[in-house]
Protein backbone atom coordinates (compact mmCIF):
# COMPACT_ATOMS: atom_id res chain seq x y z
CA UNK A 1 0.00 0.00 0.00
CA UNK A 2 2.84 2.25 0.97
CA UNK A 3 4.78 1.68 -2.63
CA UNK A 4 1.28 2.90 -4.53
CA UNK A 5 1.04 5.76 -2.17
CA UNK A 6 4.35 6.80 -3.17
CA UNK A 7 4.13 5.89 -6.80
CA UNK A 8 1.06 8.36 -7.07
CA UNK A 9 2.60 10.54 -5.59
CA UNK A 10 5.46 10.93 -7.74
CA UNK A 11 2.85 10.50 -10.80
CA UNK A 12 1.15 13.35 -9.33
CA UNK A 13 3.87 15.73 -8.37
CA UNK A 14 5.09 15.36 -12.10
CA UNK A 15 3.19 18.14 -13.90
CA UNK A 16 3.90 20.37 -11.56
CA UNK A 17 7.42 20.20 -11.40
CA UNK A 18 7.39 20.52 -15.17
CA UNK A 19 5.04 23.71 -15.02
CA UNK A 20 7.56 24.92 -12.40
CA UNK A 21 10.38 24.63 -15.09
CA UNK A 22 9.00 26.80 -17.83
CA UNK A 23 7.70 30.39 -17.28
CA UNK A 24 5.59 33.09 -19.36
CA UNK A 25 6.12 36.67 -19.07
CA UNK A 26 3.63 39.57 -20.15
CA UNK A 27 5.67 42.59 -20.79
CA UNK A 28 5.62 46.46 -22.88
CA UNK A 29 6.07 49.88 -23.33
CA UNK A 30 3.80 52.77 -23.16
CA UNK A 31 5.16 56.42 -24.18
CA UNK A 32 3.95 59.55 -25.53
CA UNK A 33 4.96 63.45 -25.26
CA UNK A 34 4.02 66.45 -26.31
CA UNK A 35 6.03 67.95 -29.40
CA UNK A 36 6.98 70.47 -31.41
CA UNK A 37 8.81 70.07 -34.75
CA UNK A 38 9.46 72.06 -37.54
CA UNK A 39 10.53 70.62 -41.30
CA UNK A 40 12.02 72.75 -43.52
CA UNK A 41 9.29 74.26 -46.17
CA UNK A 42 6.86 73.55 -43.65
CA UNK A 43 4.77 74.77 -40.93
CA UNK A 44 5.50 74.14 -37.46
CA UNK A 45 3.46 71.52 -35.76
CA UNK A 46 2.49 70.77 -32.02
CA UNK A 47 1.19 67.47 -31.49
CA UNK A 48 1.33 64.27 -29.64
CA UNK A 49 3.95 61.84 -30.21
CA UNK A 50 4.28 58.28 -29.80
CA UNK A 51 7.45 55.96 -28.98
CA UNK A 52 10.17 58.71 -28.99
CA UNK A 53 12.28 57.08 -25.92
CA UNK A 54 10.77 53.87 -27.01
CA UNK A 55 8.60 52.52 -28.99
CA UNK A 56 5.55 51.81 -27.40
CA UNK A 57 4.35 47.73 -27.74
CA UNK A 58 3.38 44.60 -25.89
CA UNK A 59 4.95 41.45 -25.60
CA UNK A 60 5.12 37.82 -24.53
CA UNK A 61 7.84 35.83 -24.19
CA UNK A 62 8.47 32.33 -22.44
CA UNK A 63 11.29 29.72 -21.67
CA UNK A 64 11.32 26.30 -21.03
CA UNK A 65 14.08 24.18 -18.90
CA UNK A 66 15.54 20.65 -21.36
CA UNK A 67 18.05 20.07 -18.83
CA UNK A 68 21.70 20.29 -18.94
CA UNK A 69 21.75 23.64 -19.70
CA UNK A 70 19.79 23.97 -22.51
CA UNK A 71 16.44 25.64 -22.73
CA UNK A 72 13.88 26.52 -25.54
CA UNK A 73 11.94 29.94 -25.54
CA UNK A 74 9.77 32.39 -27.55
CA UNK A 75 9.63 36.23 -27.79
CA UNK A 76 6.14 37.78 -29.52
CA UNK A 77 6.33 41.16 -29.48
CA UNK A 78 3.99 43.96 -31.31
CA UNK A 79 4.42 47.92 -31.83
CA UNK A 80 1.29 50.27 -31.36
CA UNK A 81 0.74 53.70 -31.14
CA UNK A 82 -0.41 54.69 -28.11
CA UNK A 83 -2.08 58.05 -28.74
CA UNK A 84 -4.61 56.15 -31.19
CA UNK A 85 -3.89 52.34 -30.39
CA UNK A 86 -3.10 51.32 -34.17
CA UNK A 87 -0.63 48.90 -35.19
CA UNK A 88 2.54 49.90 -35.54
CA UNK A 89 3.12 47.82 -38.52
CA UNK A 90 -0.17 46.96 -41.10
CA UNK A 91 -0.91 43.29 -41.48
CA UNK A 92 1.70 41.91 -39.16
CA UNK A 93 0.46 40.64 -35.65
CA UNK A 94 3.57 40.76 -33.95
CA UNK A 95 5.58 43.49 -35.62
CA UNK A 96 8.74 44.11 -33.73
CA UNK A 97 9.96 40.52 -33.03
CA UNK A 98 8.77 36.91 -33.21
CA UNK A 99 11.13 34.63 -32.23
CA UNK A 100 11.70 30.84 -31.51
CA UNK A 101 15.21 30.59 -29.65
CA UNK A 102 16.66 27.49 -28.46
CA UNK A 103 19.94 28.18 -25.94
CA UNK A 104 22.44 25.95 -24.35
CA UNK A 105 26.28 26.07 -23.29
CA UNK A 106 26.84 25.98 -27.18
CA UNK A 107 25.13 29.25 -27.35
CA UNK A 108 22.05 30.39 -29.16
CA UNK A 109 19.85 30.14 -31.95
CA UNK A 110 17.04 32.04 -32.97
CA UNK A 111 14.37 31.76 -35.82
CA UNK A 112 11.38 34.75 -36.67
CA UNK A 113 11.68 38.29 -37.43
CA UNK A 114 13.78 40.32 -35.78
CA UNK A 115 16.25 43.43 -36.10
CA UNK A 116 19.21 43.16 -37.78
CA UNK A 117 22.67 44.00 -35.89
CA UNK A 118 22.90 47.75 -36.72
CA UNK A 119 19.25 48.33 -35.96
CA UNK A 120 19.10 49.08 -32.26
CA UNK A 121 15.70 47.07 -32.42
CA UNK A 122 15.13 43.80 -30.53
CA UNK A 123 17.08 41.30 -28.83
CA UNK A 124 20.49 40.56 -31.23
CA UNK A 125 21.23 43.92 -32.53
CA UNK A 126 24.83 45.44 -31.14
CA UNK A 127 24.47 49.19 -32.19
CA UNK A 128 27.27 50.97 -29.57
CA UNK A 129 28.67 54.27 -29.84
CA UNK A 130 25.55 56.45 -29.30
CA UNK A 131 24.06 57.64 -26.11
CA UNK A 132 20.39 58.34 -28.66
CA UNK A 133 20.48 55.39 -30.23
CA UNK A 134 17.76 55.20 -32.32
CA UNK A 135 15.50 56.50 -29.41
CA UNK A 136 14.32 60.78 -29.79
CA UNK A 137 14.20 62.20 -33.38
CA UNK A 138 16.22 61.62 -36.41
CA UNK A 139 17.34 65.45 -35.90
CA UNK A 140 19.53 64.83 -33.36
CA UNK A 141 19.86 60.50 -33.39
CA UNK A 142 22.69 58.19 -34.79
CA UNK A 143 19.46 57.19 -37.66
CA UNK A 144 20.09 60.93 -39.12
CA UNK A 145 23.45 59.62 -40.32
CA UNK A 146 23.90 56.04 -39.80
CA UNK A 147 22.15 53.34 -42.45
CA UNK A 148 20.85 51.07 -39.90
CA UNK A 149 19.70 47.62 -41.10
CA UNK A 150 15.93 47.18 -40.39
CA UNK A 151 13.92 44.53 -39.04
CA UNK A 152 13.76 41.53 -41.26
CA UNK A 153 11.62 38.49 -41.40
CA UNK A 154 12.94 34.72 -42.24
CA UNK A 155 15.72 35.00 -40.08
CA UNK A 156 18.46 32.79 -38.60
CA UNK A 157 20.55 33.75 -35.94
CA UNK A 158 23.75 32.24 -34.16
CA UNK A 159 24.68 34.07 -30.67
CA UNK A 160 28.26 31.83 -29.43
CA UNK A 161 29.10 32.14 -25.95
CA UNK A 162 30.60 34.32 -24.31
CA UNK A 163 34.53 33.83 -23.99
CA UNK A 164 36.88 36.74 -22.59
CA UNK A 165 33.84 39.49 -22.43
CA UNK A 166 32.82 39.22 -26.19
CA UNK A 167 30.36 37.70 -27.97
CA UNK A 168 29.94 36.80 -31.64
CA UNK A 169 26.65 36.95 -33.52
CA UNK A 170 25.57 35.99 -37.49
CA UNK A 171 22.24 36.74 -38.99
CA UNK A 172 21.10 35.36 -42.49
CA UNK A 173 17.91 36.45 -43.87
CA UNK A 174 16.03 34.46 -45.96
CA UNK A 175 14.06 36.72 -48.45
CA UNK A 176 13.64 39.98 -46.72
CA UNK A 177 9.99 40.97 -46.57
CA UNK A 178 8.81 37.44 -48.01
CA UNK A 179 10.00 34.38 -49.91
CA UNK A 180 7.01 33.51 -51.98
CA UNK A 181 9.36 33.65 -54.89
CA UNK A 182 12.64 31.72 -56.40
CA UNK A 183 15.63 31.80 -53.30
CA UNK A 184 17.69 33.78 -56.37
CA UNK A 185 15.36 36.59 -56.88
CA UNK A 186 14.71 37.50 -53.06
CA UNK A 187 16.86 40.19 -51.14
CA UNK A 188 19.16 38.58 -48.84
CA UNK A 189 20.54 40.03 -45.47
CA UNK A 190 23.92 38.73 -43.87
CA UNK A 191 25.65 40.02 -40.68
CA UNK A 192 29.01 38.96 -38.95
CA UNK A 193 29.60 40.88 -35.55
CA UNK A 194 31.53 41.18 -32.46
CA UNK A 195 30.36 42.47 -29.23
CA UNK A 196 32.83 43.40 -26.11
CA UNK A 197 31.34 44.07 -22.69
CA UNK A 198 33.29 44.52 -19.73
CA UNK A 199 32.51 46.90 -16.77
CA UNK A 200 32.02 50.32 -17.93
CA UNK A 201 33.39 49.54 -21.36
CA UNK A 202 31.47 48.58 -24.39
CA UNK A 203 32.65 47.78 -28.08
CA UNK A 204 31.00 46.29 -30.63
CA UNK A 205 32.10 45.78 -34.59
CA UNK A 206 30.05 44.91 -37.19
CA UNK A 207 30.29 44.27 -41.17
CA UNK A 208 26.40 43.51 -43.08
CA UNK A 209 25.49 43.27 -46.62
CA UNK A 210 22.40 43.17 -48.20
CA UNK A 211 22.50 41.43 -52.35
CA UNK A 212 19.51 43.42 -53.49
CA UNK A 213 18.59 40.90 -56.10
CA UNK A 214 14.93 41.83 -55.94
CA UNK A 215 15.85 45.33 -56.95
CA UNK A 216 18.51 44.44 -59.20
CA UNK A 217 21.12 46.41 -57.52
CA UNK A 218 24.51 46.31 -56.81
CA UNK A 219 25.17 45.33 -53.21
CA UNK A 220 25.21 47.15 -50.24
CA UNK A 221 27.77 46.89 -47.93
CA UNK A 222 27.78 48.39 -43.91
CA UNK A 223 30.54 48.76 -41.66
CA UNK A 224 29.88 49.67 -38.54
CA UNK A 225 31.81 50.10 -35.33
CA UNK A 226 30.99 52.16 -31.61
CA UNK A 227 31.58 52.52 -28.30
CA UNK A 228 31.17 53.76 -25.31
CA UNK A 229 33.09 53.93 -21.81
CA UNK A 230 32.15 55.11 -18.15
CA UNK A 231 33.95 57.24 -15.76
CA UNK A 232 32.11 57.34 -12.74
CA UNK A 233 29.40 59.96 -13.54
CA UNK A 234 30.65 60.60 -16.59
CA UNK A 235 30.00 58.63 -19.66
CA UNK A 236 31.71 59.21 -23.50
CA UNK A 237 30.28 57.57 -27.07
CA UNK A 238 31.65 57.15 -29.92
CA UNK A 239 30.82 55.85 -33.44
CA UNK A 240 31.59 55.46 -37.42
CA UNK A 241 30.21 53.78 -40.29
CA UNK A 242 31.09 52.95 -43.73
CA UNK A 243 28.19 52.25 -46.28
CA UNK A 244 28.94 51.48 -49.62
CA UNK A 245 26.20 51.22 -52.66
CA UNK A 246 23.49 51.57 -50.18
CA UNK A 247 19.56 52.09 -51.36
CA UNK A 248 18.76 53.49 -48.33
CA UNK A 249 19.57 56.56 -46.69
CA UNK A 250 19.70 57.82 -43.04
CA UNK A 251 16.82 58.55 -41.31
CA UNK A 252 15.28 55.51 -42.60
CA UNK A 253 14.03 56.46 -46.31
CA UNK A 254 15.10 56.22 -49.76
CA UNK A 255 16.48 59.30 -51.86
CA UNK A 256 14.09 62.41 -52.46
CA UNK A 257 14.43 61.35 -55.78
CA UNK A 258 14.88 57.45 -55.94
CA UNK A 259 18.27 55.89 -56.11
CA UNK A 260 19.62 53.78 -59.43
CA UNK A 261 21.44 50.45 -58.97
CA UNK A 262 23.98 51.78 -57.51
CA UNK A 263 22.59 53.96 -54.67
CA UNK A 264 24.69 56.13 -52.40
CA UNK A 265 28.20 55.82 -50.33
CA UNK A 266 28.71 57.51 -47.60
CA UNK A 267 31.08 57.95 -44.51
CA UNK A 268 29.34 58.97 -40.83
CA UNK A 269 30.55 59.54 -37.35
CA UNK A 270 28.97 59.97 -34.04
CA UNK A 271 30.34 60.61 -30.29
CA UNK A 272 28.30 62.02 -27.49
CA UNK A 273 28.68 62.83 -23.38
CA UNK A 274 26.36 62.37 -20.45
CA UNK A 275 26.61 63.41 -16.99
CA UNK A 276 24.50 62.17 -14.14
CA UNK A 277 22.89 65.49 -12.26
CA UNK A 278 19.97 65.50 -10.41
CA UNK A 279 18.79 61.85 -10.18
CA UNK A 280 19.07 62.11 -13.83
CA UNK A 281 21.02 61.77 -16.80
CA UNK A 282 21.84 64.31 -19.14
CA UNK A 283 23.45 63.63 -22.70
CA UNK A 284 24.47 65.21 -25.98
CA UNK A 285 25.31 64.21 -29.14
CA UNK A 286 26.49 65.52 -32.03
CA UNK A 287 26.43 63.45 -35.95
CA UNK A 288 27.91 63.94 -39.07
CA UNK A 289 28.15 62.55 -42.52
CA UNK A 290 29.15 63.32 -46.16
CA UNK A 291 28.54 60.89 -48.91
CA UNK A 292 27.98 60.88 -52.47
CA UNK A 293 25.10 59.78 -55.08
CA UNK A 294 27.21 56.90 -56.92
CA UNK A 295 25.07 57.90 -60.49
CA UNK A 296 25.86 61.53 -60.89
CA UNK A 297 28.07 62.24 -58.07
CA UNK A 298 25.98 64.57 -55.76
CA UNK A 299 27.08 64.95 -52.85
CA UNK A 300 25.72 65.63 -49.44
CA UNK A 301 26.40 66.61 -45.93
CA UNK A 302 24.45 65.95 -43.18
CA UNK A 303 24.93 67.88 -39.32
CA UNK A 304 22.74 67.53 -36.83
CA UNK A 305 23.08 67.50 -32.64
CA UNK A 306 20.70 66.43 -29.95
CA UNK A 307 20.35 66.55 -26.25
CA UNK A 308 18.53 65.38 -23.22
CA UNK A 309 17.71 64.70 -20.18
CA UNK A 310 16.39 61.78 -18.35
CA UNK A 311 14.81 61.64 -14.75
CA UNK A 312 13.67 58.02 -13.50
CA UNK A 313 10.26 58.80 -11.79
CA UNK A 314 10.50 54.93 -10.48
CA UNK A 315 12.12 51.56 -12.22
CA UNK A 316 10.03 51.41 -14.86
CA UNK A 317 8.46 54.84 -15.37
CA UNK A 318 10.82 58.02 -17.03
CA UNK A 319 10.53 61.45 -17.94
CA UNK A 320 12.48 63.24 -20.45
CA UNK A 321 13.09 66.47 -21.74
CA UNK A 322 14.96 67.04 -25.57
CA UNK A 323 15.87 69.26 -28.21
CA UNK A 324 17.23 68.29 -31.34
CA UNK A 325 18.43 69.89 -34.56
CA UNK A 326 19.47 69.04 -37.92
CA UNK A 327 20.92 70.25 -41.59
CA UNK A 328 21.95 69.14 -44.76
CA UNK A 329 23.42 70.64 -47.46
CA UNK A 330 24.00 69.58 -51.52
CA UNK A 331 21.92 67.14 -52.40
CA UNK A 332 19.67 67.48 -49.29
CA UNK A 333 19.33 70.83 -48.80
CA UNK A 334 15.42 71.21 -49.57
CA UNK A 335 14.32 67.55 -47.63
CA UNK A 336 12.55 68.37 -44.70
CA UNK A 337 13.83 65.07 -43.05
CA UNK A 338 17.61 66.11 -42.87
CA UNK A 339 16.26 70.18 -42.24
CA UNK A 340 13.96 69.89 -39.10
CA UNK A 341 14.09 70.54 -35.29
CA UNK A 342 12.27 69.17 -32.57
CA UNK A 343 11.48 70.05 -28.75
CA UNK A 344 9.61 67.52 -26.63
CA UNK A 345 9.02 66.63 -23.19
CA UNK A 346 7.27 62.93 -22.44
CA UNK A 347 6.81 60.10 -19.92
CA UNK A 348 7.91 56.42 -20.53
CA UNK A 349 6.50 53.54 -18.48
CA UNK A 350 7.27 50.16 -18.50
CA UNK A 351 5.41 46.95 -17.19
Excluded at 139 to 167: C, H, L, Q, W
Excluded at 223 to 230: A, F, I, K, N, S
Excluded at 271 to 278: E, L, Q, T
Amino acid sequence: MMKRILVSAIIAAAPINAYAESNVTLYGVIDQAVAVTKHKHEAAKVRIDDGIYAGSRFGIKGTEDLGNGNSVGFILEQGFYADSGDAAFEGKAFSRESLLQAKGKWGEVAFGRAGGLSSDCGTYTILHGSALWTSYYTDGNVAGVFVTSDRMDNMAIYKSPEFANTTVTAMYSNGIGGDDQKWSHNDHYYGIGLDFNKNETVFSVMVEMYDNKDLKADKTYLVTLGGQQGFGDWTFWAGYQYAKDSQMMPAWKAAPTGLSASGVTQHAVTAAIGYKVFGGEWKLQGNYAHGKVNENNQKYNIYSVGTVYEYPLSMRTQLYAYAGYGKANKYLKNDGDFNSWTACLGISHSF
